[in-house]
């Protein structure tokens, strides 16, 4: 009998990231272990994206309901910076009334309390993602897949992550304080999982997916640079980053394809997109609602990924592509670099200074190469734990 694999995550918005997680993992599994699993998503309410390349999802309330019933073998926290995300800040990413209010500096703390929500969710702990055992009526096996913000978790945290049954992590940061202060051997360094997606979607496919739109498959041939940037990461420097685009674009000859990479509440890629392209309609595109493979198609056949999304950027490592990060704020971004990047494109840029870099990537020979060899090694290592994961989960059975 296949066991029931409940795969846990934010896939609740419209994050590219977010909703990369469970179809690798679905894959991933598949083929390490094919025939042994079947699965069901969840995230903290009833979603669906599949008219965008995604799936369906199941609330936390159904999550729990599965488990108490003994319908849930296993819960695969499926990735991302999630494990000190708190239910309070996630529904504010899923909720447009309530991100104003948990945002807005006049409402009273009060009405912002994580409390509220985890009750209304029905959650126990504070943490959705940091899954603690006593929380349901049945056991059940808990595996961490390649998350983030382990650095620096409290005590009483990391007490709750010591009880799960399989633990990996994205970056070294995270993976070297979570073991030296759980004080066990068996916590691992796994790239994200998205570092497979050219194995589950070839770079060749895009040309002739019936879920991308024609005058994207059009963008395709063309020689271009993707660019990406978060209405609340770009430094209010719009008039700055149009300028270089437009340095560049001339530069190379090269147009400039811009594209949100998340539209969800808190990300909002569209809005400063549309102001950039106001301002250099000459040389760019601007792509309106996209789907996840429209993303990843248009970065796989770019010549470079320019943006601060952390998933925009494995996705060029994926495909074997330069990438500039930008903002050097994000410190989930600076922690995965210094893990997994080939040298010379580990330091993120600023984001009114990025064209020097960029030039850097567009006329260095063999970089390609050095990204496709740092990818090879990051694939076998996530595998490798796909495979730690599916005999942890099929542990005393034949396999």
Same mark, same amino acid.
């Given at each position: 009998m296949k066991?029931k694999?409940?795969?846990?995550?934010?896939?609740?918005?419209?994050?590219?990231g977010?909703?990369?997680?469970?179809?690798?993992?679905?894959?991933?599994?598949n083929?390490?272990?094919?025939n %042994?699993?079947?699965f069901?998503?969840?995230a903290?309410?009833?979603a669906?994206?599949s008219?965008?390349g995604?799936?369906?999802?199941y609330?936390?309330?159904s999550?729990k309901n599965?488990?108490?019933?003994?319908?849930?073998?296993?819960? /695969?926290?499926?990735? *991302?910076?999630?494990?000190?995300?708190?239910?309070?800040?996630?529904?504010?990413?899923?909720?447009p009334?309530?991100?104003?209010?948990?945002r807005?500096?006049k409402?009273p703390?009060?009405?912002?309390?994580?409390?509220?929500?985890k009750?209304?969710?029905g959650? %126990?702990?504070d943490?959705p993602?940091?899954?603690?055992k006593?929380?349901?009526?049945?056991?059940i096996?808990v595996i961490?897949?390649?998350?983030? *913000?382990?650095?620096?978790?409290?005590?009483?945290?990391l007490?709750?992550?010591r009880?799960?049954?399989?633990?990996?992590l994205?970056?070294?940061?995270?993976s070297?304080?979570?073991q030296k202060?759980?004080g066990?051997?068996?916590?691992?360094?796994?790239?994200?999982?998205a /570092?497979?997606?050219?194995?589950?979607y070839p770079?060749?496919?895009f040309?002739?997916?019936p879920?991308?739109?024609?005058?994207?498959?059009e963008?395709?041939k063309?020689?271009?640079?993707?660019?990406?940037?978060?209405?609340?990461?770009?430094?209010?420097k719009?008039?700055?980053?149009a300028?270089?685009?437009?340095?560049?674009? /001339?530069l190379?000859?090269?147009?400039i394809?811009?594209?949100p990479?998340?539209t969800?509440?808190?990300?909002?890629?569209?809005?400063?997109? *549309?102001?950039?392209?106001q301002k250099?309609k000459d040389f760019?595109?601007?792509?309106?609602?996209?789907?996840?493979?429209?993303?990843?198609?248009?970065?796989?056949?770019?010549?470079l990924?320019?943006?601060?999304s952390?998933?925009?950027i494995i996705t060029?490592m994926s495909y074997?592509l330069?990438y500039?990060?930008l903002?050097?704020?994000? /410190?989930?971004i600076?922690?995965?670099?210094?893990?997994?990047a080939?040298d010379?494109?580990?330091?993120?840029q600023?984001?009114?200074?990025?064209?020097e870099?960029?030039?850097f990537?567009l006329?260095?020979?063999?970089?390609?190469?050095?990204i496709?060899?740092?990818?090879?090694?990051q694939?076998?290592l996530?595998?490798?734990?796909?495979?730690?994961?599916?005999?942890?989960?099929l542990?005393?059975e034949?396999?």
């Amino acid at each position: 009998m296949k066991k029931k694999i409940a795969l846990f995550g934010p896939h609740d918005r419209f994050n590219y990231g977010d909703l990369l997680f469970a179809i690798m993992l679905e894959y991933g599994l598949n083929k390490v272990n094919p025939n %042994k699993f079947d699965f069901k998503k969840y995230a903290l309410v009833d979603a669906d994206f599949s008219n965008k390349g995604g799936f369906k999802t199941y609330s936390y309330r159904s999550l729990k309901n599965d488990i108490n019933n003994k319908n849930i073998d296993a819960v /695969i926290v499926a990735g *991302g910076e999630c494990l000190r995300a708190e239910w309070n800040g996630l529904y504010s990413f899923i909720n447009p009334l309530y991100f104003k209010i948990f945002r807005h500096p006049k409402i009273p703390a009060f009405f912002k309390k994580n409390s509220w929500i985890k009750l209304l969710l029905g959650g %126990k702990s504070d943490n959705p993602y940091l899954i603690d055992k006593k929380d349901f009526k049945n056991d059940i096996k808990v595996i961490y897949n390649s998350v983030g *913000g382990g650095n620096n978790m409290a005590k009483d945290k990391l007490e709750i992550l010591r009880s799960g049954d399989y633990i990996s992590l994205r970056e070294q940061k995270s993976s070297q304080y979570v073991q030296k202060n759980l004080g066990i051997e068996d916590v691992y360094q796994v790239p994200d999982s998205a /570092i497979i997606m050219d194995d589950v979607y070839p770079k060749a496919g895009f040309t002739t997916n019936p879920n991308i739109p024609a005058n994207v498959k059009e963008i395709f041939k063309e020689k271009y640079i993707l660019f990406q940037i978060s209405k609340y990461k770009n430094d209010n420097k719009l008039n700055e980053i149009a300028e270089q685009l437009k340095k560049l674009a /001339i530069l190379h000859n090269i147009k400039i394809v811009l594209c949100p990479i998340g539209t969800a509440n808190g990300h909002e890629d569209h809005i400063p997109l *549309g102001t950039i392209h106001q301002k250099i309609k000459d040389f760019s595109v601007l792509i309106n609602d996209p789907s996840i493979e429209t993303i990843m198609g248009l970065i796989a056949h770019s010549q470079l990924y320019i943006g601060n999304s952390l998933h925009g950027i494995i996705t060029a490592m994926s495909y074997n592509l330069p990438y500039i990060a930008l903002n050097k704020k994000q /410190i989930k971004i600076i922690y995965y670099l210094d893990s997994w990047a080939t040298d010379g494109l580990k330091e993120i840029q600023d984001i009114d200074d990025f064209v020097e870099k960029a030039n850097f990537c567009l006329q260095t020979e063999n970089l390609s190469a050095e990204i496709n060899k740092k990818t090879t090694e990051q694939k076998e290592l996530y595998y490798a734990s796909l495979k730690r994961i599916s005999n942890t989960i099929l542990e005393n059975e034949r396999i």
